[in-house]
């Protein structure tokens, strides 16, 4: 009796603790993500829920792009905070080749050292 009493135990616990950790694991690759992200030549547009705002490519500090996680992350740190924080992440446009850098971020990086040298 006792027996069957903890394995009715742990078929109700198992599902709770994975939920918690599910949360945790999308809070820290997935919800910090902006809605979008516009190109606006010499600054980029961000939205994310109601907020929007604009940062100059001068503003930032550093870019870290990850392609081995799933899905791949771009993350800017500025120097100046804006609305949205001092880093701000979002998920650049998927290529259909697993573990290709996007030509559009390696751009992107060019035009933003381009911006800290003027």
């Not at 820290?28 to 907020?51: M, P, R, T, Y």
């Not at 870290?64 to 001092?86: A, D, F, M, N, Q």
């Amino acid at each position: 009796m006792l027996k069957e009493n903890v394995f009715y135990f742990i078929e109700l616990l198992a599902p709770i603790i994975m939920a918690v950790l599910g949360y945790f694991v999308m809070k820290i690759l997935i919800f910090d993500h902006v809605d979008e992200v516009w190109d606006a030549g010499d600054s980029l547009v961000f939205q994310n829920g109601k907020v929007e705002t604009r940062v100059p490519l001068s503003n930032v500090m550093n870019v870290s792009y990850t392609v081995i996680i799933s899905p791949p992350r771009v993350t800017l740190s500025l120097r100046e905070p804006c609305e949205l924080g001092k880093e701000i992440s979002f998920i650049p446009p998927m290529s259909l080749i697993p573990l290709k850098k996007s030509p559009i971020v390696i751009d992107l990086i060019d035009r933003i050292d381009a911006a800290r040298r003027k």
